[in-house]
């Protein structure tokens, strides 16, 4: 082989490692809401078509002005991450959505990047382990409806929170976190970190 040939091959090798890198991370798909509230409805994204139905493929992405129509998960759907680069949606439910982590860093299931609340009223099914994170001082993510998995809030440099709220208990079977502020919102005497088996662990942050 000459040295082009082996140079060509590289290169190629090169390319199908990081289209391979891609395919892993997953690919954005951003709700553009303009025929309805419904998740599964492939007009209501950017592209004309809805994130796949499993936890590898996409991640939602809700960015930029909040929508007239705000996305409802009408029945159990699955999504690799969901992302929000702006504050003030709600995602209705009931659900539940079982979510990967592909959302973005550090295994993310939900990353809130900006300052201001978003609300999660759907149930939610931790299936990968990812992270619940708000990384933006100011910002905060609200879990209204059931939380069920593996359960772990901000790492590294997160600075928000995220508030367990609702008045269902959650089905969470452990959870972590080093960073933040994790609030404790159940009513009713429902409870936030129902933890049916595993372990709490804290090396930071704050939970009240």
Same mark, same amino acid.
């Given at each position: 082989?000459? /040295?082009?040939?082996?140079?060509t091959l590289s290169l190629i090798v090169v390319?199908? %490692?990081?289209?391979?890198?891609?395919m892993a991370r997953g690919v954005a798909v951003t709700w553009d809401g303009s025929d309805s509230t419904d998740w599964t409805l492939d007009g209501n994204w950017a592209g004309g078509v809805a =994130? /796949?139905?499993? %936890?590898t493929t996409d991640y939602a992405v809700f960015t930029g002005g909040v929508t007239a129509n705000l996305p409802s998960v009408g029945a159990a759907r699955s999504v690799?991450?969901?992302?929000?680069f702006s /504050?003030?949606?709600? %995602?209705?439910? =009931?659900g539940p959505l079982s979510l990967g982590t592909i959302a973005g860093r550090d295994s993310s299931a939900i990353w809130l990047r900006a300052s201001g609340?978003?609300?999660v009223n759907c149930d939610l099914s931790m299936t990968g382990g990812g992270r619940v994170l708000a990384d933006v001082a100011g910002g905060m993510v609200i879990l209204n409806g059931v939380v069920s998995g593996p359960f772990t809030t901000h790492w590294d440099a997160d600075?928000?929170?995220?508030? %367990? /709220?609702?008045s269902s208990s959650n089905s969470i079977t452990s959870f972590s976190m080093n960073q933040g502020t994790l609030e404790l919102?159940?009513?009713g005497g429902a409870k936030a970190l129902n933890m049916a088996a595993g372990e709490f662990g804290s090396s930071g942050g704050t939970v009240r």
């Open positions: 082989m000459n /040295a082009t040939a082996r140079v390319g199908v %490692l990081l289209g391979i890198g891609e =994130p /796949a139905n499993n %936890l690799g991450g969901v992302q929000f /504050a003030g949606w709600t %995602l209705d439910g =009931p609340t978003v609300t600075n928000g929170t995220v508030r %367990l /709220a609702g919102a159940k009513t």
